[in-house]
């Protein structure tokens, strides 16, 4: 499995970013996708994931309302489209891979394989 994280950038506060993450083929429909982040000076949280059937999707609430995951099996590519960023959704943002019981995949811990992050910046 191999997964490549791109489209961070540097924002203002109240705009929209769009990230990707291509996988290796085959990746998306076997494991369930994820999204986490990483600020400086914190631990890892989780910020999203969808099952790998695409049925259905998990969000923190931090972030609820203002981003949302997708996947396109046949582009083999994951999305977190972000909106309405605020300066503490600052931080390096990594796609993952997991294979665990679904009331687990808010566990950062969880998540297998992961992608090399890419940084978002959001000013105020």
């Known amino acids: 499995v191999q997964l490549q994280a791109s489209g961070g950038g540097m924002v203002q506060a109240g705009d929209s970013l769009r990230l990707s993450c291509e996988a290796s083929?085959?990746?998306?429909?076997?494991?369930?996708m994820g999204w986490l982040r990483q600020a400086p000076g914190k631990e890892r949280e989780f910020v999203a994931a969808?099952?790998?059937?695409?049925?259905?999707?998990y969000y923190a609430d931090s972030v609820k309302g203002r981003f949302t995951i997708s996947k396109d099996n046949a582009k083999h590519t994951v999305y977190l489209q972000m909106h309405s960023l605020k300066s503490e959704d600052t931080a390096v943002y990594y796609c993952?891979?997991?294979?665990?019981?679904?009331?687990?995949?808010?566990?950062?811990?969880?998540?297998?394989?992961w992608g090399q992050g890419t940084l978002v910046t959001v000013s105020s």
């Open positions: 083929s085959g990746t998306l429909r076997m494991y369930h």
């Open positions: 993952a891979t997991t294979r665990v019981v679904l009331s687990s995949i808010r566990e950062p811990k969880m998540y297998d394989v």
């Open positions: 969808v099952r790998r059937d695409g049925s259905y999707t």
